[in-house]
């Protein structure tokens, strides 16, 4: 059973910039399809980011195109998430997901995503 747990957050100001981390383990995670999804009170969760297994291909949502940036660090069994230009509205709670079977377009639904961090918290003050 793959275990994954999110570091990296925290409370920072407007035009800030964080780096994400997520770490694995319970096995190698360079063959799975892995993403960042946000979640704040009373909404549901929305996805952020997502890479390929070889890394080859990556998808962002709207709302973070140019300011964010996932890689992976396959040897590691690592999984970034750069923050940049952050917005009180990118304040959330910051999940790492990962999806087990291979696909070439990287899923944006969390149902797609089988396993799951405990998430952590960013908070962007104005």
């Known amino acids: 059973q793959v275990q994954l747990v999110e570091s990296g957050g925290g409370l920072v100001q407007a035009g800030d910039s964080l780096k994400l981390s997520c770490a694995a383990s319970g096995g190698p995670i360079n063959l799975y399809t892995m993403g960042w999804f946000r979640q704040t009170p009373g909404k549901e969760r929305e996805f952020v980011a997502g890479i390929t297994w070889n890394g080859e291909r990556t998808n962002y949502a709207d709302a973070v195109k140019g300011r964010f940036t996932i890689s992976r660090e396959s040897t590691r069994d690592i999984l970034y998430l750069e923050l940049n230009s952050l917005k009180p509205e990118d304040t959330a709670t910051y999940y790492c997901?990962?999806?087990?079977?291979?696909?070439?377009?990287?899923?944006?639904?969390?149902?797609?995503?089988?396993?799951w961090g405990q998430g952590t918290q960013v908070t962007v003050s104005s």
């Open positions: 997901a990962l999806r087990r079977n291979l696909v070439v377009e990287i899923p944006i639904v969390p149902n797609e995503y089988g396993y």
